[in-house]
């Protein structure tokens, strides 16, 4: 039986595959919550009333709990939220599957200069408390992305940033015991 995206996102915070009452259940977690709201609200972007009751769910919870996420944002599956917390994600960004982000984070366009756009995020990404993330950069999978760095940078796959300017040290095995229940 094929998985829903929501049933692969709430697989990461367990590792138990979840029916849709076990998901009701969890999404007194608010990372979860918003999480379920955020995949309602992408799968029926295109559905005209769905859409308009989903956005509007979807921006009570994103004022609620600080999360300024846009169903526009295309987020791969086995999305997690690690902490409860403000997190800023341009609608134009790029996420890809099995990627952690903690709280403080923001991914952001750059307007202006050589990087000018939005970020391109690989998959296995695990991102800390506090990193900012701006303009047109590639970061590539398995990348750990410390708490608080600073990363306006293409960031190559297999690679550790840490620190405010960001440094990138290689490392096959960057994201390993970051990542957990990966689908």
């Known amino acids: 039986m094929p998985r829903s995206i929501i049933q692969k996102d709430f697989y990461r915070e367990s590792g138990k595959w979840l029916s849709g009452l076990q998901i009701m259940t969890k ?3 608010p990372n979860l919550h918003f999480i379920y709201i955020l995949r309602k609200a992408q799968k029926y972007r295109k559905v005209p009333l769905m859409s308009i009751f ?4 979807l921006r009570h919870y994103q004022i ?3 999360y300024q996420i846009y169903p526009e944002t295309e987020i791969g599956e086995g999305f997690y939220i690690g902490h409860f917390g403000a997190l800023v994600i341009n609608p134009k960004v790029k996420i890809g599957k099995n990627c952690n982000i903690a709280q403080g984070v923001t991914i952001g366009q750059q307007n202006r200069g050589k990087n000018a756009g939005v970020p391109v995020i690989g998959n296995e990404v ?3 408390t506090n990193a900012v993330i701006v303009g047109g950069i590639t970061i590539g999978d398995n990348v750990l992305i410390a708490p608080n760095a600073y ?3 293409d960031v ?4 550790v940033v840490v620190g405010n300017p960001g440094t990138i040290y290689h490392s096959e095995a ?3 015991g970051y990542i957990n229940h990966k689908i």
């Open 126 to 128: 695990w991102i800390g």
């Open 54 to 57: 989903w956005k509007l769910i």
């Open 151 to 153: 990363v306006n940078f």
């Open 27 to 29: 999404c007194i977690n």
């Open 156 to 159: 190559p796959s297999h690679s």
């Open 64 to 66: 609620k709990y600080g």
């Open 174 to 176: 960057a994201t390993e």
